[in-house]
């Protein structure tokens, strides 16, 4: 095998390492992580977007999202247009959020949101998450089935 063929196969493993590893970072939906805890993961990672690499923060939160939500949402692309969109991009980069639970039931969370956006300007929405009921690997967990539009709250200057 020739040095540069085999220099090739040695930067496409590590390349592949490399990618492997940054997404290993992706905290996956199970049934110990609790509702608050399942929005708390989605709005830090939106927090900080693009760490470790570009919308990171938004395929973290899309991985919370419920199936039903995602038929709506969904695919990815389509998702991270929506999030990058004029309704949802306050949530981007944010400065700092507060989460305040408001209703609990046992299939259904809701929480008020407030958000303090990288503008300064402050938004509220209303954030639910349902449990999981059916067979398979999402059984018993917690995911994101609403957030409503942004309610604008006004500037913290």
């Given at each position: 095998m020739s040095k540069k063929l085999l220099l090739i196969y040695k930067t496409v493993f590590i390349s592949f390492f490399i990618s492997s590893a940054v997404y290993a970072n992706l905290?996956?939906?199970n049934s110990s992580i609790e509702p608050h805890q399942v929005v708390k993961i989605q709005l830090s990672s939106l927090k900080k977007n693009d760490n470790p690499i570009k919308d990171n923060g938004i395929e973290q939160t899309w991985i919370f999202a419920h199936p039903n939500n995602k038929k709506n949402t969904g695919p990815l692309n389509k998702f991270k247009v929506m999030i990058k969109g004029?309704?949802?991009q306050m949530l981007i980069n944010h400065l700092e959020h507060k989460v305040t639970e408001v209703e609990s039931g046992d299939l259904t969370v809701?929480?008020?949101?407030?958000v303090l956006d990288k503008n300064k300007a402050y938004y509220?929405?209303?954030w639910q998450v349902e449990k999981y009921t059916k067979e398979g690997?999402?059984?018993?967990?917690?995911l994101t089935t609403i957030v409503s539009a942004?309610?604008?709250l006004g500037s913290s200057i």
């Open positions: 905290i996956e939906p004029n309704s949802y809701l929480f008020e949101v407030t509220k929405f209303n690997p999402l059984n018993g967990c917690w942004p309610m604008p």
